[in-house]
């Protein structure tokens, strides 16, 4: 038996019929400096507002983003799990509003090569996140590099967050046509979002969006939907310096109230279409059995 059959057999086993999965959400951009981290983090201080318990997971590795602006230090990681035997609980770390977080650390880069015992030890507790959690946040890393692409193909919705400069919508596209271009991105399990943050008003970000979607349309043929904008916001600014999620400590400032909209469009989206819900083991077996297909087709 493979390893891919291997792993979902582990998933069958985890997903009792009566275990309800978490909704998993990942933010991505084309290039850094966008916003991308302080989207994930007021974006769960809103779903969590509204009553959703919210978990970050913070595969931006060794950046480190989600810990500095939330202000604590994890201390254990997802290599924790994997290497050191801690469970699921021991490397969630609690930031404001008991929203959660967890450090990638560097661990699923070899996961690839984990035996079937350690596999099914690691699965069994990331479907424990379907439990403590109704909202996953996966906070890439900026670009298009490998490993963010194995996360983006992984997951059923994916929030492109972009900004008016001309850099940063020509690396959204490259983005997109990277994901066009990959083997195992399906249109049809995965959702695509494009936020325009850093704009002048919500005029500009419409038209920030008409823009890539033309090109995109054009000569990707690919749906890409749009869920909003962030207006430049000075108090937006002053919350990151001070460690603290905007939408906390001015929940009336324009961002923040731009923030709630986009949470409740989305909650609203989940209520009237199908969003996809595949769980944190699901969507975890998805990048080790990409990883191993890749290697095997390197060998």
């Known amino acids: 038996?493979?390893?891919?059959?291997?792993?979902?057999?582990?998933?069958k086993s985890q997903n009792a019929p009566q275990r309800p999965l978490a909704r998993v959400i990942t933010v991505t951009s084309g290039k850094g400096g966008v916003g991308k981290s302080n989207t994930s983090i007021n974006l769960a201080i809103q779903f969590k507002k509204m009553g959703q318990r919210v978990i970050i997971l913070d595969a931006d590795f060794g950046l480190a983003n989600i810990?500095?602006?939330?202000?604590?230090?994890?201390?254990?990681?997802?290599?924790?799990?994997?290497?050191q035997g801690k469970n699921i609980k021991d490397i969630i770390t609690w930031g404001p509003m008991d929203v959660g977080f967890i450090s990638g650390g560097s661990g699923i880069a070899s996961m690839s090569n984990l035996s079937r015992e350690h596999l099914t030890y690691i699965?069994?507790?990331?479907?424990?996140?379907?439990?403590?959690?109704?909202?996953?946040?996966?906070?890439?890393?900026?670009?298009?590099s490998d490993a963010v692409l194995e996360f983006l193909v992984a997951s059923g919705e994916i929030i492109i967050v972009?900004?008016?400069?001309?850099?940063?919508i020509t690396d959204s596209y490259s983005l997109l046509k990277a994901l066009a271009r990959h083997p195992r991105f399906s249109t049809e399990n995965s959702q695509l979002k494009v936020l325009a943050n850093k704009v002048e008003n919500a005029a500009?970000?419409?038209?920030?969006?008409?823009?890539?979607?033309?090109?995109?349309?054009?000569?990707?043929?690919?749906p890409v939907n749009y869920i909003g904008a962030i207006p430049e916001d000075s108090l937006l600014s002053r919350a990151v310096m001070q460690?603290?999620?905007v939408s906390i400590q001015s929940p009336n400032a324009k961002?923040?109230?731009?923030?709630?909209t986009i949470a409740k469009n989305l909650m609203n989206n989940e209520n009237i279409q199908t969003v996809k819900k595949r769980g944190m083991a699901a969507f975890f077996s998805h990048i080790v059995v990409g990883k191993k297909a890749k290697e095997n087709n390197n060998n």
Do not use: C
Not at 1 to 11: E, F, P, V, Y
């Open 67 to 83: 810990e500095v602006m939330f202000g604590a230090v994890p201390k254990h990681n997802l290599a924790d799990l994997i290497y």
């Open 243 to 245: 460690q603290m999620p």
């Open 255 to 260: 961002s923040a109230l731009a923030f709630e």
């Open 123 to 144: 699965i069994q507790n990331l479907a424990e996140l379907d439990a403590i959690a109704d909202i996953i946040i996966v906070d890439t890393g900026a670009g298009i």
């Open 204 to 222: 500009e970000g419409q038209a920030l969006y008409n823009k890539l979607n033309a090109v995109v349309a054009r000569y990707l043929k690919l």
């Open 162 to 168: 972009t900004t008016p400069e001309p850099t940063s």
């Open 1 to 11: 038996m493979d390893q891919a059959s291997q792993l979902r057999n582990i998933i």
